[in-house]
């Protein structure tokens, strides 16, 4: 397996990977994001308790569940990078950083517009809507260390300890809702015995979750394609390759 991944370790090589992965990530997310949020905001059935206004879990409950996992992959990143001193690495946590902060705040900004009709006010200090703000709050604070030092070792040093930092906020988003009496809902579609959803709304919640994943994985490729290219804009491949699109 290492020496399968050995070559990848140049940036030229993972250069021309992410560029030959980018085009299945993009279409396969479009594929699945177009069925899912159709199918999710226009023929699912309506909620009996919460009506229309639960259609929000379809892109609300994706955005926070993914916003975790996107961390989870930045973390795994900036370990690597730490203990096996791989530029690489660090480009893409810092690629991944700004993903993950706009899917955290948009689980923000719809689970405070879901909030509003079921619990009649915008925002309150919930176990999990505070660690999820949290989350938000450590994203940007690694988005500003990956830009405060012109030295890109440095400052992938700099953020990748505070993002192994963070990591011990991800349990507790996780499990708020179950160490604490809150008012955000308890698990539906995690569950190891049956997910709370008829299968008419989990069949495109599960659709969108995967349409959402993909397209993290596309727009993470998009940048770590642009990172590469910052990071080694000297290099004679990056100089031919500038010259070639130019043409």
Not at 102 to 116: D, P
Not at 137 to 150: N, R, T
């Amino acid at each position: 397996m290492w020496k399968w991944l050995h070559p990848y370790a140049k940036p030229e090589r993972s250069y021309q990977l992410a560029t030959t992965l980018l085009p299945w990530f993009a279409i396969s997310s479009i594929f699945c994001l177009s069925i899912g949020v159709v199918w999710g905001l226009a023929f699912a059935p309506v909620d009996y308790q919460q009506g229309e206004s639960y259609r929000i879990i379809f892109i609300h409950v994706p955005a926070a569940t993914l916003s975790l996992s996107t961390y989870m992959a930045m973390a795994t990143a900036a370990l690597v990078g730490m203990v096996w001193q791989l530029k690489l690495a660090d480009a893409a946590a810092a690629a991944i950083a700004p993903i993950g902060a706009v899917l955290t705040a948009v689980a923000l900004v719809t689970g405070a517009a879901w909030g509003k009709p079921m619990w009649g006010t915008w925002w309150i200090w919930d176990a999990r809507l505070t660690t999820q703000l949290i989350l938000l709050f450590i994203y940007l604070g690694i988005i500003a260390l990956h830009s405060s030092f012109e030295d890109k070792v440095l400052a992938g040093r700099a953020a990748g300890i505070l993002t192994l930092v963070g990591v011990i906020n991800i349990p507790i988003i996780k499990y708020s809702v179950e160490w604490w009496n809150t008012l955000h809902q308890g698990a539906t579609i995690s569950k190891l015995d049956k997910p709370s959803m008829d299968s008419a709304m989990l069949i495109p919640l599960l659709i969108n979750i995967l349409g959402f994943a993909l397209m993290i994985g596309a727009l993470t490729l998009i940048r770590f394609r642009n990172e590469v290219i910052a990071r080694n804009a000297m290099r004679p491949w990056v100089k031919e390759l500038v010259a070639l699109e130019n043409k």
